[in-house]
Nanobody
Framework: QVQLVESGGGSVQPGGSVRLSCAAS????????MGWFRQVPGKEREFVAA????????AYADSVKDRFTGSRDNAKNTVYLQMNSLKPEDTAVYYC?????????????????????WGQGTQVTVSS
């Protein structure tokens, strides 16, 4: 099994930047598509970004495109989400997810928040 731990959250002013990290343990993340999601109270978990096993393929929610960048360092077993030009509506708990690329429709499952492995989340608050 893969254990995922997010870090890097906190409070930031609108227009600021934050970089989240997701450290994996238990298994190497090389064979996993990795994703970032976020959730606010009373709403469903929302897709933010996805990064393929090699990092060569990415996907972003329209709401974060051109502001957020997902990346991964398989050697460090870590995934990152660089968030720039933050807005108050980006306030949420951010989660990391992993989906084995060997699964049928793994990429689609990841984007649909149907991953097998999730972290515990890290809070990001954007406020002046």
């Amino acid at each position: 099994q893969v254990q995922l731990v997010e870090s890097g959250g906190g409070s930031v002013q609108p227009g600021g930047s934050v970089r989240l990290s997701c450290a994996a343990s238990g298994r190497t993340i090389g064979p996993y598509h990795m994703g970032w999601f976020r959730q606010v109270p009373g709403k469903e978990r929302e897709f933010v970004a996805a990064i393929s096993t090699s990092g060569g393929k990415t996907a972003y929610a329209d709401s974060v495109k051109d502001r957020f960048t997902g990346s991964r360092d398989n050697a460090k077993n870590t995934v990152y989400l660089q968030m720039n030009s933050l807005k108050p509506e980006d306030t949420a708990v951010y989660y990391c997810a992993a989906s084995p690329a060997s699964q049928v429709a793994s990429w689609d499952r990841l984007l649909a928040a149907r991953s097998d492995y999730w972290g515990q989340g890290t809070q990001v608050t954007v406020s002046s």
